[in-house]
């Protein structure tokens, strides 16, 4: 069974950092393209980054781009995203979710909460 | 690639049908447009790839159409079950979402 699990999610404060993981079982991460997206109180889902099976293409939306960066760690079937400069605007559950290609994303995870607050 | 979903909320009752409309400001790439269910505390859902594929498991009553810059989203014999938060999403030249609509049942 494919399952995708995010955590690190907590409360930080203004211009604090957060590293979020996304631990994956039942497939081969290593062959599966990764994105992050989010949805913050209230708003709708709002994508953040790719990143390829090899790390070699990596995406980022304009709103995170230089201050957020994705990674992964084929062999611990670990995605991670690790978050500097937050603002409250960045509050929000964040999702890892598999890309097939062509297909969209078709798994996801529960998602993990990042409240940005003094 | 701004996508642009309408009705933002619908309200329609059990056993109808759901037409929900999604247009994108330039042509979506290969047609590679998706539909997700998103429900309050549960992830995100893929219903449909490519514009008209329907994803493992979707039931018949869900159905994918269009092509370019206008995309739907038919839901057939409603049920209570489908109230819920449904998004489109192109993947054909980087990522977007659309802003949702909220269908109530």
């Known amino acids: 069974e494919v399952q995708l699990v995010e955590s690190g999610g907590d409360l930080v404060q203004p211009g604090g950092s957060l590293r979020l993981s996304c631990a994956v079982s039942?497939?081969?991460?290593?062959?599966?393209?990764m994105n992050w997206v989010r949805q913050a109180p209230g708003k709708g889902l709002e994508w953040l980054s790719y990143?390829?099976?090899?790390?070699?293409?990596?995406y980022y939306a304009e709103s995170v781009n230089g201050r957020f960066t994705v990674s992964r760690d084929n062999a611990k079937n670990s995605l991670f995203l690790q978050m500097n400069s937050l603002t409250p605007e960045d509050t929000a559950v964040y999702f890892c979710?598999?890309?097939?290609?062509?297909?969209?994303?078709?798994?996801w995870g529960r998602g993990t909460l990042v409240t940005v607050s003094s | 690639n701004v996508l642009t979903q309408s009705p933002a909320t619908l309200s329609l009752p059990r056993g109808e049908r759901a037409t929900l409309s999604c247009r994108a400001r330039?042509?979506?790439?290969?047609?590679?447009l998706a539909w997700y269910q998103k429900k309050s505390g549960q992830a995100p859902k893929l219903l449909v790839y490519?514009?008209?594929n329907r994803a493992p498991g979707v039931p018949d009553r869900f159905t994918g159409s269009g092509s370019g810059t206008h995309f739907t989203l038919t839901i057939t014999r409603l049920e209570s079950d489908d109230s819920a938060e449904y998004y489109c999403?192109?993947?054909?030249?980087?990522?977007?979402f659309g802003r949702g609509t909220k269908l109530e049942v």
């Open positions: 999403q192109q993947y054909g030249y980087s990522y977007t």
């Open positions: 330039e042509t979506v790439a290969s047609d590679w």
């Open positions: 039942g497939f081969s991460l290593s062959t599966y393209d």
């Open positions: 979710a598999r890309e097939k290609i062509a297909a969209g994303l078709d798994y």
């Open positions: 490519g514009a008209s």
């Open positions: 990143i390829s099976p090899s790390s070699s293409t990596i």
